[in-house]
């Protein structure tokens, strides 16, 4: 029987139509506890690549005969030649298509919906990673925030829908993923904002983004004005679009909040961030609809693939946003914190200037999950 490629594009799709599917990941066991492709009703079995050299007989009734089985691995050619090995004792499978880091680089663009006077606002989701990044558009007009460093995906996404970039931002200096946002910036003419106390190291010229400025998309005049919120980082900032959404970047996420820790002031930020969520976004219409810059687990995407939530709906059923004792709330976000993500002061030295990691080694940093969140 032959095999074939499936792509992360495909994977993704089967992620949002909550298909059943079956995964053989082929990686070391560390590797798949730590980082694996997930969906809802997909089942997994993890066997290294090594315990496989002699033959897969001893694994084939592990795996189901009423699914699509997909065999994955870091790069690929592992899981290809695991997935011959199986075509040869009559299984029909696939493997994925530039493995594990194509999984981790693929975009995926999906509506939120419109905007008052024209326009719309979409999100990439990031669905390997858990970043989410944003844009709007309104009369050839394109604001962009959070990106990524797979920059093309923009670019590209923005001509479809005939619009011209021309603001990007990001919330924070990340520390998670490389931004795209200064390069895609000197591509198309865009401003490039970033918060000036986050950028106190920078090795290069932006736009100071400060609370409360205001600036519009396209002849409509979309208005996206800035809220300071710091606690993830000094300099976060908020940003209220068209007076329905809330982009709350690694502040407020829907089923947890931000972690003050990535650049090492865990204790001094803990106030921040605590005033940021209870007091700044407690002065917030509740029919905001949130849209933050990572989720966590699958379990966060609705139906249609988006990320997002009612702010009044998140003050009623997030536990990091109804926390009466601030004794209570800086042990949340001070103890017991999910390990750092991967290569996090490579990625602000990167983020700031600093350094210049090829797109290999780029590639490298990113892998793993995202970890922006207290739990």
Same mark, same amino acid.
């Given at each position: ?30 590797d798949f506890k730590d980082w694996k492709i997930e ?6 079995? =993890? ?5 496989? *050299? ?5 694994? @084939?009734?592990? *795996? ?27 299984k029909d499978v696939a493997y994925l298509q530039g493995?594990?880091?194509? !999984?981790?680089?693929? *975009? ?30 309104? %009369?050839?007009?394109? /604001? @962009? ?44 003419? /865009?401003? #490039? !904002? ?28 979309? /208005?996206?004005?800035a809220l300071y919120s710091p606690g993830h980082t ?25 972690? +003050? ?7 001094? !930020?803990? /106030?921040? *961030? ?9 002065? @917030? ?32 059923? =997030? ?16 103890? =017991? ?6 290569? #996090?002061?490579?990625?602000? %030295? ?18 793993? +999950? ?6």
């Amino acid at each position: 029987m032959t095999i074939r490629a499936m792509t992360s594009k495909e994977v993704t799709k089967k992620v949002f139509n909550k298909e059943a599917f079956f995964i053989l990941d082929v990686r070391n066991e560390g590797d798949f506890k730590d980082w694996k492709i997930e969906g809802e009703n997909f089942d997994y079995l =993890n066997i290294p690549y090594f315990d496989l *050299l002699d033959g897969v007989e001893e694994i @084939l009734d592990q *795996l189901p005969t009423d699914k699509e089985i997909l065999v994955v691995c870091a790069k690929e050619g592992s899981s290809v030649m695991i997935a011959e090995m199986l075509s040869e004792a009559g299984k029909d499978v696939a493997y994925l298509q530039g493995g594990m880091k194509a !999984w981790s680089e693929h *975009l995926e663009p999906v509506k939120v919906g419109d905007l008052k006077n024209g326009g719309e606002m979409y999100q990439f989701v990031r669905i390997g990673k858990g970043c989410l990044s944003y844009m709007v558009v309104s %009369e050839g007009e394109a /604001a @962009l925030f959070d990106a990524v460093r797979m920059t093309d995906v923009y670019t590209e996404f923005a001509e479809s829908v005939g619009a011209k970039i021309t603001q990007v931002f990001d919330t924070h200096l990340h520390a998670d993923h490389i931004s795209g946002g200064r390069k895609i910036a000197e591509q198309t003419g /865009a401003a #490039y !904002w970033l918060p000036p106390k986050d950028a106190t190291e920078v090795k290069f010229s932006y736009e100071p983004l400060e609370d409360g400025v205001e600036v519009t998309v396209g002849n409509t005049t979309i /208005a996206i004005q800035a809220l300071y919120s710091p606690g993830h980082t000094i300099g976060s900032t908020s940003f209220v679009v068209d007076e329905a959404y809330l982009l709350s970047g690694d502040i407020l996420f829907i089923d947890s909040i931000g972690r +003050p820790d990535l650049a090492g002031m865990a204790e001094d !930020w803990v /106030a921040d *961030l605590r005033e940021t969520l209870y007091k700044r976004y407690k002065e @917030l219409s509740d029919e905001l609809l949130v849209l933050p810059a990572h989720f966590m687990i699958i379990d966060e995407l609705n139906d249609d693939g988006t990320v997002s939530e009612k702010l009044g709906t998140l003050f009623a059923k =997030n536990h990091g946003l109804n926390i009466e004792s601030e004794k209570e709330f800086r042990k949340l976000v001070t103890e =017991n914190l999910p390990p750092q993500p991967n290569a #996090y002061q490579e990625i602000r %030295e990167t983020n700031m200037g600093k350094i210049s990691p090829d797109e290999e080694q780029q590639r490298e940093m990113e892998i793993g +999950p995202n970890r922006c969140a207290v739990r």
